[in-house]
């Protein structure tokens, strides 16, 4: 009598191979190579897949995650991207190279996706959900190459999400300006950031490489992000008595050059890079914190929920500050109260 086949076992399997269920619930991979006897391959999926990719003479390399990485950044897909958008990716590689480089992509099933989401990344499970979206890409590309037929990453929910409610009020960022102000050059510039993103709702990506030149004595003009393919998007962002008083500040810093930037590092007179920005900021919130400058530690994109809520106090409306609308309301809209009318 013939063996069953198990069909699900092999799922996934390179052409040639196969999978021989045992009575102890354990699976025995098998090679047929032509015109040659069957080769075993032991137990082990991930180990019988590589040795095939071995004995057909390619790279340990190939069929990896990690290969597969290298083929995904040099696609139009990547490359249609923004720029800030292909750093962060590189940035959830580099953690995700940790578990997945040397992972054979045929290998891979939902249930080592869910461990990742929810064991191995268990105290970061938001930028988890980020980096498995990342990942999902590269097997989107492997499903085109026709290495692999289904996706596992579409096969696991993600972390739950919950969307921020911290709402950075008026009578907390006050203090903790006039506080900072008083903490050094560094610290000085720092919060003149966090001032223009309160002032003007934009992201840091938007003015982190600012430059005077962009600036007159009424307008900024900032380029937005997140923006795909030639739809760009520039914004004239009009400038109040209190933004007048941060770009006033900044340029009567050392080191103003009227064509360099607008907010430039005491030390190199040059602007913030984002991971530099990231580890000042960090540690002027710790400070802040620690000397109970403010009870609650807010991030730089709480300040974008700062002023999408209190522009819509003042003038009755939501900013357009996203290509969508919905988003705005939903994600950056933090009001406590609501004020309607009666009828």
């Given amino acids: 009598m013939s063996r069953p086949r198990d069909r699900q076992s092999a799922t996934g399997l390179l052409p040639l191979m196969e999978a021989r269920p045992r009575k ?23 180990d019988a897949i590589r040795k095939v990719l071995d004995l057909n003479g390619r790279s340990t390399d190939a069929g990896t ?25 590189a940035e959830y590689w580099t953690r995700l190279a940790k578990v997945w480089e040397r992972g054979v992509v045929a290998a891979i099933r939902p249930a080592d996706i869910a461990k990742y989401l929810r064991v191995y990344r268990a105290e970061a499970p938001i930028v988890a959900n980020r980096e ?3 990942l999902s890409n ?7 190459r026709g290495d692999i037929d289904r996706n596992p990453c579409k096969e696991v ?7 921020r409610t911290r709402l950075v009020e008026v009578h907390e960022f006050e203090p903790f300006v006039a506080w900072a102000l008083l903490q050094g050059p560094s610290a000085v510039v720092l919060v003149s950031m966090a001032q223009f993103a309160a ?7 938007e003015f982190l490489q600012l430059h005077w030149p962009q600036v007159d004595d009424e307008i900024v003009r900032l380029q937005r992000a997140k923006q795909r393919g030639n739809a760009t998007k520039r914004e004239l962002v009009g400038i109040s008595d209190a933004l007048r008083e941060v770009l006033d500040r900044m340029r009567a810093l050392p080191g103003y050059n009227p064509m360099g930037a607008v ?8 602007p913030y890079s984002e991971a530099g920005f990231k580890a000042m900021w960090a540690r002027l919130m ?15 994109h709480d300040l974008r929920a700062h002023y999408t809520t209190y522009f819509k106090l003042r003038f009755g409306e939501l900013p357009e500050l996203h290509a969508d609308p919905a988003t705005t309301a939903g994600v950056y809209e933090r009001s406590r109260e609501v004020r309607r009318r009666a009828l």
Avoid: C, M
Wanted: proline share 4%; charged share 30%; hydrophobic share 40%.
């Fill in 24 to 46: 102890d619930g354990k699976v025995t991979y098998r090679y047929h190579p032509l015109r040659g006897k069957p080769i075993n391959l032991g137990t082990d999926r991930a």
């Fill in 65 to 89: 995650v990690g290969e597969l990485w290298r083929a995904y950044v040099n696609t139009a897909d990547f490359k249609r991207l923004s720029e800030l958008t292909r750093k962060q990716y």
């Fill in 132 to 134: 498995v979206a990342v």
């Fill in 138 to 144: 590269l097997f989107n590309l492997a499903i085109e």
């Fill in 157 to 163: 929910r993600r972390n739950r999400e919950a969307p």
């Fill in 199 to 205: 002032l003007t709702g934009n992201r840091r990506a």
């Fill in 263 to 270: 907010f430039r590092a005491p030390r190199t007179n040059n």
């Fill in 286 to 300: 710790a400070s802040a914190i620690a000397e109970k400058v403010v009870a609650e530690r807010f991030t730089f």
